[in-house]
């Protein structure tokens, strides 16, 4: 099989790849389980792509329950090197308000119980990797500058904290985490960058805000709704086709 030029995980609201064309569908099976659903295999810009539904593509999957680590195999397996990871978000710092894209380059993980590592399972090699950097610099550097030539607003930077889930956090939860230096929250982020980085692939996040998190817009009683976090991923989402696009086209014009 021929190697993937670009590995795509979608989150809440981004079940598909509308425009990925000539799709082919397999569903492997890893060491680790069985994936959230089939990885849809086909040609984006000429090159190709592999799009993953993180949460299943009916969203059946809580965050906590995610299978990360079969996810991500599956996706290396497929011959995948270079992840992107789309995961809709809550805004708490003042850049980052809803219909924001964002590219973090730090993450605290507020996670528990979940199997976090490739060293679970007695009798595998202890990895310490090195994590300081969660998300691959040269992976970043390319969505930016994708996104600049395709004029598409993307804030560089931030720090991305992951909470457990499925519930929305406490306004003293979003209250702590911006002491702590939290620019945007989310419930999937972790231990998928760790894992990733256990697995040798590129990693990178592109988050989309769909809210401010509790206490943390204009008005601090905004009650969140659902229609309204999936009316601003659709708004934001629409930077995504172009940005992809200019992303892939100059990763085959450098060879």
């Known amino acids: 099989m021929s190697d993937i030029a670009l590995a795509i995980i979608g989150g809440t609201g981004l079940y ?11 569903q492997p099976v890893t060491r680790y389980g069985a994936p ?6 086909g040609t984006l810009a000429g090159r190709r792509v592999a799009f993953l539904a993180r949460h299943g593509e009916g969203h059946s999957v809580p965050p906590h329950k995610i299978n990360y680590r079969a996810n991500l195999a599956a996706l290396k397996a497929l011959g995948a090197g270079r992840v992107l990871a789309l995961n809709t978000v809550g805004g708490i710092g003042e850049r980052f308000g809803p219909r924001v ?9 507020y996670t528990w119980g979940r199997v ?20 691959t610099p040269s992976l970043r550097a390319e969505i930016l500058r994708a996104a600049a030539k395709a004029n598409v607003a993307v ?20 209250a702590r985490m911006r002491r702590d230096g939290c620019d945007l929250v989310g419930m ?4 998928e960058a760790g894992l990733a980085r256990e697995l040798g692939l590129d990693y990178a996040c592109l988050a989309i805000v769909a ?18 976090v999936l009316a ?7 930077g995504l086709a172009p940005l992809l696009d200019a992303m892939l086209v100059d990763a085959t014009q450098r060879g």
Not at 116 to 135: A, I, N, W
């Open 36 to 41: 959230s659903g089939p990885v849809r295999i």
């Open 211 to 228: 809210n401010w998190a509790a206490g943390a817009g204009p008005d601090p009683d905004e009650q969140i709704t659902l229609a309204e």
């Open 101 to 109: 894209l964002a590219c973090p380059d730090q993450v605290i993980d």
């Open 188 to 191: 999937t982020g972790m231990p």
């Open 16 to 26: 598909k790849l509308a425009a990925l064309e000539h799709v082919e569908s397999h």
């Open 155 to 174: 804030v560089d930077g931030g720090c991305y904290g992951a909470t457990q889930g499925p519930r929305l956090e406490t306004k003293a939860e979003i």
């Open 116 to 135: 976090s590592t490739l060293c679970e399972e007695q009798g595998t090699d202890v990895l310490h990797v090195d994590f300081g950097d969660p998300y």
């Open 232 to 238: 601003n991923v659709d708004a934001a989402s629409a």
